[in-house]
């Protein structure tokens, strides 16, 4: 049973930092396509990839957070993180970590989200 349950949200102001960790059971973080998505509430509620850290070990980031949120993965914790820093107001919203065999968006199992706001 593949489960991916996230942590460390919560509210932090502009200019801080947050360290989210996506705790994987059933398979092993280091075979599989891992990623972080964010969903902003709205009328649709699109999920966007944030960054992608391919079986490669390539990382690709959304451009609004190249420089500022960096993805790793520790393997004797079988656990995926993303360092977020210099938080902006528009990097709120509810993350979610994502994984599959391959990088495909359809083939993800997803967690269960942590939300994370910013203020002013």
Same mark, same amino acid.
């Given at each position: 049973?593949?489960?991916?349950?996230?942590? &460390?949200? &919560?509210?932090?102001?502009? +200019? #801080?930092? !947050? /360290? !989210?960790?996506?705790?994987?059971? &059933?398979?092993?973080?280091?075979?599989?396509?891992?990623?972080?998505? /964010?969903?902003?509430? +709205?009328? @649709?509620?699109? /999920?966007? &990839?944030?960054?992608?850290?391919? *079986?490669?070990?390539? *990382?690709?980031?959304?451009?609004?957070?190249? #420089?500022?949120? *960096?993805?790793?993965?520790?393997?004797? @914790?079988?656990?995926?993180? !993303?360092?977020?820093?210099?938080?902006?107001?528009?990097?709120?919203? *509810?993350?979610?970590?994502?994984?599959?065999?391959?990088?495909?968006?359809?083939?993800?199992?997803? #967690?269960? +989200?942590?939300?994370?706001?910013?203020?002013?």
């Amino acid at each position: 049973q593949v489960q991916l349950v996230e942590s &460390g949200g &919560g509210s932090v102001q502009a +200019g #801080g930092s !947050l /360290r !989210l960790s996506c705790a994987a059971s &059933g398979f092993t973080v280091s075979s599989y396509c891992m990623a972080w998505f /964010r969903q902003v509430p +709205g009328d @649709k509620n699109e /999920r966007v &990839g944030v960054a992608v850290f391919d *079986t490669d070990a390539s *990382t690709v980031y959304l451009d609004s957070v190249k #420089g500022r949120f *960096t993805v790793s993965e520790d393997n004797a @914790k079988n656990t995926l993180f !993303l360092q977020m820093n210099n938080l902006k107001v528009d990097d709120t919203g *509810t993350y979610f970590c994502a994984a599959a065999p391959r990088c495909i968006y359809s083939d993800y199992t997803w #967690g269960q +989200g942590t939300q994370v706001t910013v203020s002013a």
